[in-house]
């Protein structure tokens, strides 16, 4: 069955780095384009940024461009956000899912608190 697991969450400083994985079973990997969103407290569910299917193409949401990055390893189905410079608003449940703009199916979300 198609799994997807965060992990990589955690309390930073604001101004400071996390880097979140995503682990993929269950399915061709390389087949399938992959987003991450987040859902922060008292705020509706919002993408952060997605990758296609080969690591070529990807989008970013207007907040965290130029401050997250987003990768993946086709070889070991897993992919990445390199978060830089976290602010406070980061704070959030964030979650990969397989899918471009239709997104399938849902990890259980790894929480980043950014916080003095």
């Known amino acids: 069955q198609v799994q997807l697991v965060e992990s990589g969450g955690g309390l930073v400083q604001p101004g400071g780095s996390l880097r979140l994985s995503c682990a993929a079973s269950?399915?061709?990997?390389?087949?399938?384009?992959l987003s991450w969103y987040r859902q922060g407290p008292g705020k509706e569910r919002e993408m952060v940024a997605r990758?296609?299917?080969?690591?070529?193409?990807?989008r970013y949401a207007a907040a965290v461009k130029g401050r997250f990055t987003i990768s993946r390893d086709n070889a070991k189905n897993t992919m990445y956000l390199q978060m830089n410079s976290l602010e406070p608003e980061d704070t959030a449940v964030y979650y990969c899912?397989?899918?471009?703009?239709?997104?399938?199916?849902w990890g259980q979300g790894t929480q980043v608190t950014v916080s003095s």
């Open positions: 899912t397989r899918g471009w703009d239709v997104n399938d199916y």
């Open positions: 269950g399915f061709t990997f390389s087949s399938y384009g």
């Open positions: 990758i296609s299917n080969t690591g070529v193409a990807t």
